[in-house]
């Protein structure tokens, strides 16, 4: 993606300072998904690049990766695999922890997700990676279904985090915005 298309994404996307906490600036995707133009190209670029990738499935992150995990995944005609916040899926599943700034959280798969098949080819999808951590988690997920994550994708990098570094020992790492 060239710098020009960069900056046409990034101008749809909000930035608000000091949300949730002092010091944090809160990247809000809302406004490029209400603008029609700038979700389209989006969405059109991450299809060029992943249409000739060997996937089987998408995976999106709640909450925002669903959005363009779920939009992808229909482009592509490939199935959507939702990971969630612990205790939001139905059935049974497997978790996975991750370190917080104090603590941890959890995110589970259905254990089924990749309806029984192993070796699944699989993308996963956020919207931003910061420390790594929730993604992390996510690909382990994957790969305790027994399937493959052959890339992660965000739209937003936080360089200052290093989320990405950590997640390259795990997998690929496609990013379109570093900030």
Do not use: W
């Not at 944090?24 to 406004?31: E, L, N, P």
């Not at 209400?34 to 000739?52: D, G, V």
């Not at 990098?157 to 690929?172: A, D, F, I, M, R």
């Amino acid at each position: 993606m060239t710098e020009k298309e960069k900056n046409f994404i990034l101008r749809h996307i909000r930035s608000i300072p000091d949300f949730p906490k002092p010091g944090i600036v809160f990247r809000d995707i809302t406004t490029l998904l209400n603008h029609a133009e700038a979700f389209e190209f989006l969405m059109q670029k991450l299809t060029e690049r992943y249409q000739t990738y060997p996937l089987d499935y998408i995976a999106g992150i709640e909450s925002r990766g669903f959005i363009f995990g779920a939009a992808l995944a229909s482009r592509l005609k490939k199935g959507f695999i939702p990971i969630r916040k612990k205790g939001k899926l139905p059935s049974t599943t497997i978790t996975e922890k991750y370190a917080l700034e104090y603590g941890f959280d959890e995110v589970e798969i259905h254990i089924d997700a990749f309806r029984g098949e192993e070796g699944c080819k699989v993308l996963l999808i956020d919207d931003l990676i910061a420390t790594g951590g929730t993604a992390e988690a996510a690909v382990k997920l994957i790969t305790s279904a027994k399937a493959k994550c052959i890339e992660a994708c965000f739209l937003l990098n936080l360089l200052e985090c290093q989320g990405t570094e950590k997640l390259k020992n795990l997998t690929p790492v496609y990013t379109i915005l570093d900030i």
